[in-house]
């Protein structure tokens, strides 16, 4: 008879003398033995998959942990790059709404810099010296951020220069002067409080760009497009361009910009062209060989925040809310508009723009209150049609997202005789406004489609030639038709295909 085998003691865990119940590291599984290859991910709870996901779970977490890493240390990188002043924001002008911003954009023609193309002259009777503010622009973001409306302010716009103490300690009182001479007596502070007592709006940030920034900027995105009617000669600023189509690189870009001489309303044209300009320069940023160029555009942003100066309590962040406002240009979330005037006339022996106070107080008031700033529109009954709208080919985009809404209108369109091109498409969302972009050739057949969409906003685009596009807002509620076209009916101003080409 055989004795009982006695029961063999409990394995003691690997790497421990002690048995499970006093390792102070706690019980541990039993060791699995070995198992065959399983085969898919069903039966017998094969684990052989979890590794691998844990592996890649793992080096995504580690990719996204290095990526956040590498934007927040670009963050930090750009805001360390910005230049600061303190003192700028100064009491005083209606509030935005709640929500709202304005924000102050100049563009200083200082000489300090080392621009090549503005060096300062040998003989120091020629030096120009101190600063002013070549361009103002204040900046409306309305509330929410859906929309802004940029106006332009002429410098030499003859507004009153608030009191104020310049920095020998001399206390100065009020007087009339142009624009220009408020940032070149007390600079960026005294600019805003005149800005701020012309408008009655208070700003909330200030951004300036000088010379050398600004053709920095230019550089860093390889140069941008523009277009001419014309050749553009200008011995003030240097400029010399052929007509057509022209690259400009920074140096022939500041020119272009900055010429007022050789143009039929001086300052006002000149105005007309940096908007134009902007409008361009945002359209190669948006670009896919800017955006999607990951060292052009690192290229960009840092010759950006190297170059602009701003109120202590403007980031980064703030920057970037403007510039995807600046986004909208093209599809009628962004309004273009300039100071008001009645005319041009003497003050003191000098050229003077002159204020149209009661069109300017009553933009103003809109901005304040996040009403439409009265820019220019065209509707059904307030336009006829000045050609057939059968000689009139556009292409459609739907800017506001609204599912169907390019193809709704397309249809809309090709009922009452438009010529619709191509496949109705998207661009961009959020769009509430209804935009015509037309090229230089286009202005009447713009002004015939306007006239078939009620709200509509006109918008001459130089960049587009012969081309012709709708950007539907979620506004667009259809097409009506615009009555008989006159055959020999053309606006005055008109860029007929006799002088076909480009504006300025």
């Known amino acids: 008879m055989t004795e009982p085998t006695a029961p063999s003691p409990e394995p003691t865990p690997r790497g421990s003398g002690l048995p499970p119940e006093l390792d102070p590291r706690g019980p541990r599984r039993p060791e699995r033995t070995q198992r065959s290859p399983q085969v898919g991910a069903s039966g017998g709870g094969g684990t052989s998959w979890r590794r691998p996901v844990v592996i890649t779970a793992g080096v995504l977490a580690l990719v996204v942990l290095l990526a956040s890493g590498v934007l927040y240390t670009r963050y930090l990188h750009y805001n360390g790059n910005l230049t600061r002043a303190a003192g700028v924001i100064k009491p005083g002008g209606a509030q935005a709404t709640d929500g709202a911003e304005n924000v102050l954009l100049v563009g200083s023609d200082s000489r300090t810099g080392t621009a090549p193309g503005f060096a300062q002259s040998n003989n120091p009777a020629d030096q120009v010296v101190g600063q002013r503010s070549d361009t103002v622009i204040l900046a409306h973001l309305a509330k ?38 408020a940032f070149s007596l007390g600079g960026a502070p005294l600019l805003v409080s005149t800005v701020q007592e012309l408008t009655g709006i208070h700003i909330d940030h200030y951004a300036e760009i000088d010379f050398e920034g600004f053709l920095n900027m230019v550089n860093a995105l390889g140069g941008v ?14 400029i010399n361009l052929p ?36 409008a361009s320069m945002m359209r190669k940023v948006e670009s896919a060989g800017t955006l999607g160029n990951p060292l052009k555009l690192n290229a960009f942003l840092d010759a950006l925040t190297k170059s602009i100066t701003v109120d202590k309590g403007m980031s980064v962040g703030d920057m970037a809310k403007l510039a995807l406002k600046l986004k909208g240009l093209s599809t009628g979330n962004v309004v273009l508009t300039t100071l008001p005037l009645s005319g041009f006339g003497k003050e003191d022996g000098q050229d003077v723009d002159v204020v149209d106070d009661a069109k300017a107080t009553a933009l103003f008031d809109a901005l304040k209150t996040d009403a439409p700033a009265g820019s ?11 050609v057939p709208v059968s000689s009139v080919h556009l292409r459609v985009f739907n800017g506001a997202g609204v599912q169907g809404l390019a193809s709704k209108a397309a249809s809309d369109l090709t009922k009452l005789g438009f ?35 009620p709200g509509a906003t006109l918008k001459a685009d130089p960049q587009l030639g012969s081309d012709l596009e709708l950007v539907l807002g979620s506004s667009y509620a259809g097409a009506v038709a615009p009555g008989e076209a006159s055959q020999s009916s053309t606006p005055a101003g008109t860029t007929t295909a006799a002088n076909a080409g480009c504006t300025a």
């Open 225 to 238: 497009d523009v277009c001419l009617t014309k050749p553009a000669h200008d011995v003030m600023t240097g």
């Open 376 to 386: 220019p529109t065209t509707g059904a009954g307030s336009a006829a049609a000045t």
């Open 144 to 181: 929410g951020h859906q929309k802004a409306t940029l106006v332009s302010l002429p410098r030499d716009s003859w507004v009153t220069i608030p009191a104020y103490t310049d920095d020998k300690g001399v206390a100065h009182p009020a007087h009339k002067d142009k624009l220009n001479a």
């Open 243 to 278: 007509a057509g189509h022209d690259h400009l690189n920074g140096v022939q870009a500041l020119a272009f910009v900055r010429q007022r001489y050789g143009l039929a309303l001086g300052d006002i044209d000149r105005i007309k062209r940096q908007q134009q300009f902007l």
């Open 419 to 453: 010529v619709v091109d191509g496949t109705p498409s998207n661009r961009g969302t959020g769009a509430t406004t209804t935009v015509i972009n037309y090229g230089p050739t286009q202005a009447a057949a713009a002004q015939t489609l306007a006239a078939a969409i």
